[in-house]
């Protein structure tokens, strides 16, 4: 079984769609459009499986788990160019829309993603966490590059400052 070696995300213009570019260490390549709706859905689904906490998590353990995140992030590789050129296309050489986005737990943690392609294949990832954080801000940042004005997921917000009542007068 391949695994995932490199993933991009970028715009391209005259679709006004994102191009996802998955590259597994076998040397083969799938490329899927995601519509801003279907990258909308997607960014979603990501900040809730990767940070099932948020929602009822305070302004102390929200700051935990965005210094986690940003540490994890500086972390990954951002900078490494993708590369093209593979010799093995599973789904053809141009790229295949996204029409349907599946997930369901895995042991361990981990989520299994199908992206459903029209024709009823689909295309599956095992993520984890990090995976899931590192996704979310390549489709971020391809989505700014479009000009979608996506609306960056709960996690992905500055934790809340703790109120700082010390000094100050309430009337």
Partial sequence: MASLHQINATFEPQEDRLILNI????????????????????????????????????????????????????????????????SNHPLGRDPVLVSRIEYRSLEGGDTALALGLPDGRNVNLNLNRDLMQVLIRLLLEAGKKAEWDLEAPPSQHPAPAAADTANKAFH
């Fill in 23 to 86: 590259r597994s260490d076998d040397d083969s390549e799938i490329r899927i459009w995601l519509t801003r709706r279907y990258t909308r859905l997607l960014l979603g689904i990501l900040d809730k499986l990767a940070n099932p906490r948020q929602e009822r998590a305070g302004s102390r353990e929200q700051a935990v788990q965005a210094f986690e995140r940003d540490a994890l992030l500086a972390g990954a590789d951002f900078q490494t160019e993708y590369r093209t050129g593979a």
